[in-house]
């Protein structure tokens, strides 16, 4: 190996360290520039590969961008508290069926508004909810580990699903139509796997609950004029995603709009602080994914790329469904390690090295979706839910803990998954 290879295998793991720590609070945008910064000068990645990262992930990026802060936006106004609470109610006290509505909940939101979105949202209200139940803080614990796991789990039906969704689907360039044919029905598996594993192992520590059924909803709605629009507003977003592949036009010019839209829609009506929206969104994962994506580039072209090939190419080998399977372990373990975002470019960029793929780079994505819940690191959405409990002095989830639960429940899930991803290779 170059030694280039490894000064740059050194600054990609002292900058993940760095991201995943945050020493002095320092933004985890702010961290993987300076590593980029870095591999820039000392000639591991050049000015033309931070044009050509720019170019994979800007849509990806700003599409996620725009989705949270539609998300963000919908929050603010009560649209997910309202329709928790609804849930809660139509539960009638019985945990387990709320239980199960929690999770097809957690899974809606994340389908439509990404994975990161549950993280954010559905936490705390999940968690208010409960609490204002009288429900024991002991026996809240099923409710929050299903909250922050269906979030990854079920984020693989549509481009707009996860981020990494998004930058694989750009950089193989994969419309929205066939990227939704190819993954829906991996997605109901994953889904399904997952409220299975999740009740077998939570159903004795599920307790029923009580709540009051004459609240007055109403309080729950900060903005009323956004909370007629909601519902039409997001089937309108998603029939434009699906038309993307058709007018050619890449999807952050349909989701910039839409959350423009909702940014002037709340200004006008002044229920919520739209621009405090705006300013506590997750900007930092712009510069985030430049700036790893540019020390990932840098570190594939020194040699990390042709161990990604070799490996890839031997386990293609292999004939399906064993291929699909074994890939997609091997990325999801990836992700669990070096963080989904580094693993799923680096999953793209091997990939593209082989002459017959057919469809490795959905058992990537499905990889870096489930895989990331084997470690508290393995995703920025799982980092979020953690630290949304934290910040909301909620549950405290110990690291062993949380591997522990992930490694017995994620491992069936992605099992499942990647082989409905077979039946579906079967079919297309």
């Known amino acids: 190996m170059k030694a280039l290879f490894y000064i740059a295998l050194i600054i990609f793991i002292i900058t993940l360290i760095l991201v995943l720590k945050k020493p002095k609070n320092i933004g985890i945008g702010y961290s993987a520039l300076i590593g980029a910064?870095?591999?820039?000068?000392?000639?591991?990645?050049?000015?033309?590969?931070?044009?050509?990262?720019?170019?994979?992930?800007?849509?990806?990026?700003?599409?996620?961008?725009?989705?949270?802060?539609?998300?963000?936006?919908?929050?603010?106004?009560g649209f997910f508290e309202y329709i928790a609470y609804k849930l809660a109610l139509y539960a009638k006290g019985n945990g387990k069926k709320l239980f199960v509505l929690i999770i097809l909940l957690g899974s809606a939101i994340s389908a439509v508004f990404a994975n990161d979105g549950t993280a954010l949202i559905l936490t705390p209200i999940v968690y208010a909810i409960l609490i204002r139940s009288n429900t024991p803080k002991n026996k809240i614990l099923p409710f929050i580990m299903a909250t922050g796991f269906i979030a990854d789990t079920s984020s693989i039906p549509f481009i707009v699903s996860n981020l990494v969704n998004l930058v694989t689907a750009g950089y193989f360039n994969i419309t929205f139509i066939k990227y939704t044919e190819i993954m829906v029905f991996p997605d109901i598996v994953s889904i399904i796997a997952s409220i299975g594993v999740l009740y077998i192992f939570y159903r004795k520590e599920i307790t029923n609950y009580k709540i009051d059924k004459n609240m007055d909803v109403n309080l729950l709605i900060k903005d009323k004029k956004i909370f007629k629009i909601a519902f039409p507003m997001i089937i309108l977003l998603m029939v434009f995603y699906f038309l993307s592949g058709i007018i050619k036009i890449d999807i952050a010019f349909i989701a910039m709009p839409f959350a423009l839209f909702f940014y002037i829609y709340a200004r006008i009506n002044g229920k919520i602080d739209a621009n405090h929206i705006v300013k506590i969104a997750p900007w930092q994962i712009v510069l985030f994914s430049l700036g790893m994506y540019i020390i990932v580039f840098g570190l594939s072209n020194e040699g990390l790329n042709a161990i990604y090939i070799g490996i890839l190419k031997y386990i293609i080998s292999f004939k399906n469904p064993f291929s699909l399977i074994f890939s997609g372990f091997f990325f999801a373990f990836n992700a669990a390690v070096m963080n989904n975002m580094p693993s799923v470019m680096v999953g793209d960029l091997a990939i593209s090295g082989l002459k017959n793929p057919g469809l490795l780079m959905y058992s990537n994505i499905i990889g870096n979706d489930i895989g990331p819940k084997f470690t508290p690191i393995g995703s920025l959405a799982t980092m979020l839910w953690l630290y949304t409990l934290e910040r909301k002095d909620a549950i405290k989830i110990s690291y062993k803990y949380y591997m522990k639960i992930g490694l017995i429940l994620a491992l069936p899930v992605l099992f499942f998954t990647l082989l409905s991803l077979y039946v579906v290779s079967l079919i297309i």
């Open 37 to 77: 910064l870095i591999t820039v000068l000392l000639g591991i990645s050049t000015f033309t590969d931070i044009i050509t990262v720019f170019n994979i992930v800007w849509n990806a990026t700003f599409t996620f961008i725009s989705v949270i802060i539609i998300s963000l936006i919908l929050d603010e106004a």
